[in-house]
């Protein structure tokens, strides 16, 4: 599978029915790959310092400050149910855009943009973690992992953890 830069990405929805582009940031978080949709990527950030928000759910890491203006944290580890980093490994931020409201996904890697076809994606396994089915809107294989599309909408709804 070849990556190509440069082209202008469509859906983020994959759709086997039409050959469409999409435009996807790889991140990895437990040393699984996952893409996020680049169009609603709006920065992304080295480790930040973070404020704990009292009696907030687990996925809410805190508050950072970018720029002046404060943003919720999520940590993505404990919304696809995978274990704590350790307290040394300082977390990158993918900022993301949720209808007009910023928000810093907490993540152990940011890879590269890649522009793949609509094509090679696939329905999520059966076999795939049931949590991760909620947050993801499909899976493509990608030099010999797997790499699974986040959905932001669903991924920021933060009421996903009694589903799983």
Not at 47 to 61: C, G, H, M, N, Y
């Amino acid at each position: 599978m070849t990556a190509i830069i440069g082209e202008k990405a469509h859906s983020a929805t994959p759709n086997p029915g039409v050959q469409r582009e999409i435009r996807l940031l790889t991140i990895d978080v437990g040393g699984q790959a996952f893409g996020v949709p680049a169009l609603r990527v709006r920065d992304v950030l080295g480790p930040q310092r973070i404020t704990r928000v009292p009696l907030a759910p687990v996925e809410v890491a805190g508050a950072l400050n970018l720029r002046g203006r404060a943003l919720t944290a999520i940590d993505l580890r404990p919304c696809l149910g995978l274990p704590s980093r350790a307290r040394e490994d300082r977390p990158m931020n993918v900022v993301v855009d949720l209808g007009g409201e910023h928000y810093a996904l907490l993540v152990d890697r940011v890879g590269e943009v890649l522009v793949l076809s609509t094509a090679d994606f696939e329905p999520n396994p059966k076999t795939l973690d049931p949590r991760w089915r909620e947050l993801s809107t499909g899976v493509c294989r990608l030099d010999g992992r797997l790499l699974v599309l986040l959905d932001i909408d669903r991924l920021l709804r933060l009421d996903h953890s009694e589903a799983a």
